[in-house]
């Protein structure tokens, strides 16, 4: 078996933003935002994957956004590399994921929370005291502390490089996604640990290159040396 790199963003959609990719998202996003446990049970993708319009890669968004059951808005993209208005370009995906749900500007009732899930494949917190692989934000008082009673707005930031397991050190449902994400291309064929997560099995045929045709094999190549 050969597979596509999941961290090309034209691949990243068709694995996760796919009409018949809900189950795979629903899994993906219980795992990361949810450290695995089963919250999210339904979600609708609001942009999905179309082959057809992907074809001219400016005439369609690469990220993925989402409804989830509770009708917070989730916003999904993934990253190479870190360009000098990275962090401009997180906020405004931030902004927009919230107030693109409103056609006027007086029903502020019917906003829902809103969350950005940055994956990126280069080192975005530098502090080497940031260790962790997955970091989440939310607001809070500049000097106390405490939250902003409403959690409507969260940034997740995912950055790879951090991940240092190998296959058999994964244990969580966490650890399995984020392997994918980061060395799927390098796989030969479907490792048991992984294809007991059905949802990672289905991902991994997706980006199975023999499930895919030339031209999307074209796309594929031509966005990763792009990127």
């Keep these: 078996m050969d597979f596509v790199s999941p961290k090309v963003d034209y691949a990243f959609k068709k694995i996760l933003g796919s009409e018949e990719s809900t189950e795979i998202l629903i899994s993906f996003l219980n795992a990361i935002i949810y450290g695995g446990e089963k919250t999210i049970e339904s979600l609708t993708i609001i942009n999905p994957f179309n082959l057809g319009k992907a074809i001219n890669l400016k005439d369609t968004s690469l990220n993925i956004t989402a409804v989830l059951f509770d009708s917070s808005v989730v916003v999904i993209e993934i990253e190479f590399a870190g360009m000098t208005a990275f962090s401009k370009g997180v906020m405004y995906n931030f902004v927009k994921g919230y107030g693109n749900q409103l056609k006027t500007e007086d029903d502020f009732l019917l906003l829902h929370p809103a969350i950005v899930l940055t994956i990126t494949d280069f080192i975005f917190f530098k502090d080497k005291k940031v260790v962790d692989v997955i970091n989440s934000f939310v607001f809070k008082h500049e000097d106390k ?21 190998t296959l058999a050190e994964l244990e969580t449902l966490t650890e399995k996604w984020i392997f994918f994400l980061k060395e799927a291309a390098q796989l030969n064929d479907i490792p048991e640990s992984l294809g007991v997560v059905a949802e990672i099995e289905q991902a991994l045929d997706i980006a199975n290159k023999i499930n895919m045709t030339p031209e999307e094999l074209e796309i594929v190549e031509r966005r990763a040396i792009a990127l």
């Design 145 to 165: 502390n405490w939250k902003y009673p409403d959690v409507e707005l969260r940034l997740i930031f995912v950055e790879l490089p951090k991940f240092k397991k």
